[in-house]
């Protein structure tokens, strides 16, 4: 962003923008990759049955994601707005903009758990400081997580914690700081990536962990991993609830969207896919049940560090570093609903930013107890941190997302939406037809057979 980046000065009419095209990258990545790679690919490959999970999750991301994230780049870079503004704009007098509201309730939803799995990075982080993350056995490692987690005060803590240094970045609106910093470390994160993927390809059971990950049971493929997998990719791609058209709303004329698009979308796609590298050769060499669920990566991913020389100093860095990645996922996560309430509702950057971490601070704690002593309380069947991941990433997500490139493809100005694809027409863009066509056609369509087959209607 420019030099005084704040997205909104409230009140101030003219908005920020990105100056320069790493900017553009490195914010939209930065949004992308986090917790959502890391930790919840791993987990929902794991207990999907693996290599049919890997393959409908890329099959998804390029046939739907990159579809919704230019349709979502048309809406905010077009209008300049945020996310219930540019559906108002774009659709005067229409209820369009009820969409725009579910992505903000979805924003809310996903900040609360997902400031918990934040907060137990933390606390790793803290104990390989510390040197307490040096254990010896694999059931030590489980025990470990499980005792914390289910504990009542340090995991609320600490997710508060999390929320609370949030809160302090987007009230100053010093997000150009954070973007500077992710700009030199998210590469460093990335090395780290690989090098523990090659530790762990040298582990005994790393040919079953590939196998795993990469081998497909087509058989497998039932209607709840192809619901899993499309939520996944939307979770992943920060997708569906109006956080890559908030971001579009920083963009300058010259950015160009679709290509803008395939980037993010192939970098987190192999930031996830290098996860998947290094847990699952781990998870068969150490003996952990792949299907172990949202705990998964914390008890592996402590044992692949400590089989490292220097462990500590490993294990460190990576949870620093996964705190920033998880900073800049939520700190764009937030910037939906501050967008809104500065822009709409026409409140100070301040109250926005208070009133959005006050409700995260309420949900984050119920989420973090529902390890511990909120975990009798049920809904459907699940905990409140489950379901409040599964209904964000499975359902809200992809239908906002079904929502906004049904937009885009069909009740949008057809001119609006070509001119904003070439930048005026100044760009030759062979691929326009086509994603034009995914836009109207195939992303819409594909969303809601995922979900009539995952209800029973079709099959
Ligand atoms: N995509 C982020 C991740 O993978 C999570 C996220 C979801 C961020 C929705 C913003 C909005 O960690």
């Known amino acids: 962003m420019n030099k005084d980046s704040k997205p909104h000065d409230g009140g101030s009419?003219?908005?920020?923008?990105?100056?320069?095209?790493?900017?553009?990258?490195?914010?939209?990545?930065?949004?992308?990759?986090?917790?959502?790679?890391?930790?919840?690919?791993p987990y929902e490959a794991g207990s999907h049955g693996g290599g049919a999970f890997m393959l409908c999750y890329v099959f998804f991301i390029f046939i739907i994601g990159i579809p919704v994230i230019c349709a979502e780049f048309i809406m905010g870079r077009g209008t300049h707005s945020n996310i219930i503004g540019a559906y108002r704009k774009l659709a005067p007098g229409k209820p369009w903009y009820w969409a725009g509201y579910m992505g903000i309730l979805a924003s809310i939803l996903i900040l609360s758990f997902y400031s918990v799995v934040a907060g137990w990075t933390l606390e790793y982080f803290i104990q390989s400081v510390s040197g307490n993350l040096d254990l010896g056995s694999t059931a030590a490692f489980h025990d470990r997580f499980e005792s914390f987690a289910s504990s009542n005060y340090r995991p609320a803590l600490f997710a508060l914690l999390f929320l609370a240094v949030n809160y302090l970045i987007l009230r100053r609106g010093v997000t150009a700081g954070i973007e500077r910093m992710s700009n030199i470390l998210m590469p460093v994160l990335f090395l780290l990536l690989?090098?523990?993927?090659?530790?762990?390809?040298?582990?005994?059971?790393?040919?079953?962990?590939?196998?795993?990950?990469?081998?497909?049971?087509?058989?497998?493929?039932?209607?709840?991993?192809?619901?899993?997998?499309?939520?996944?990719?939307?979770?992943?791609?920060?997708?569906?609830?109006?956080?890559?058209?908030?971001?579009?709303?920083?963009?300058?004329?010259?950015?160009?969207?679709?290509?803008?698009?395939?980037?993010?979308?192939?970098?987190d796609t192999l930031v996830a896919v290098l996860a998947g590298v290094m847990i699952f050769p781990a998870v068969f060499t150490f003996g952990f049940s792949p299907s172990a669920g949202?705990?998964?990566?914390?008890?592996?991913?402590?044992?692949?560090?400590?089989?490292?020389?220097?462990?500590?100093?490993?294990?460190?860095?990576?949870?620093?570093?996964?705190?920033?990645?998880?900073?800049?996922?939520?700190?764009?996560?937030?910037?939906?609903?501050?967008?809104?309430?500065?822009?709409?509702?026409?409140?100070?950057?301040?109250?926005?930013?208070?009133?959005?971490?006050?409700?995260?601070?309420?949900?984050?704690?119920?989420?973090?107890?529902?390890?511990?002593?909120?975990?009798?309380?049920?809904i459907f069947g699940m905990t409140l941190f489950n379901l409040f991941d599964y209904l964000s990433s499975n359902i809200l997500l992809p239908l906002g997302g079904m929502v906004c490139s049904f937009f885009v493809g069909w009740i949008a100005d057809r001119a609006f939406v070509r001119s904003q694809l070439t930048n005026g027409g100044t760009l030759r863009l062979r691929a326009m037809r086509v994603i034009i066509f995914c836009i109207r056609w195939i992303a819409p369509v594909c969303i809601a057979i995922v979900f009539l087959n995952s209800i029973g209607f079709i099959n």
Not at 15 to 40: C, D, E, K, P
Request: hydrophobic share 50%; glycine share 8%.
């Open 194 to 267: 690989l090098i523990f993927c090659i530790n762990s390809l040298m582990m005994p059971g790393a040919d079953e962990g590939l196998r795993f990950l990469f081998k497909p049971d087509f058989s497998a493929i039932t209607p709840t991993v192809l619901l899993g997998a499309m939520g996944q990719a939307f979770f992943s791609l920060s997708l569906g609830l109006g956080c890559m058209a908030t971001y579009a709303s920083y963009f300058n004329h010259r950015t160009q969207l679709a290509r803008s698009a395939t980037l993010t979308a192939s970098l």
């Open 294 to 378: 949202p705990t998964l990566v914390f008890e592996v991913l402590p044992s692949i560090l400590h089989s490292l020389p220097g462990g500590i100093v490993w294990s460190s860095l990576f949870f620093f570093l996964l705190i920033l990645a998880s900073l800049t996922s939520t700190i764009s996560m937030s910037e939906i609903s501050i967008a809104f309430i500065i822009e709409e509702k026409k409140m100070d950057r301040r109250k926005a930013t208070a009133l959005n971490t006050c409700v995260a601070m309420v949900l984050a704690t119920l989420c973090a107890l529902s390890f511990g002593c909120l975990s009798g309380m049920t």
């Open 13 to 41: 009419t003219t908005r920020a923008q990105f100056a320069t095209r790493l900017g553009v990258i490195a914010t939209t990545v930065g949004s992308a990759v986090g917790l959502g790679n890391i930790w919840r690919f």
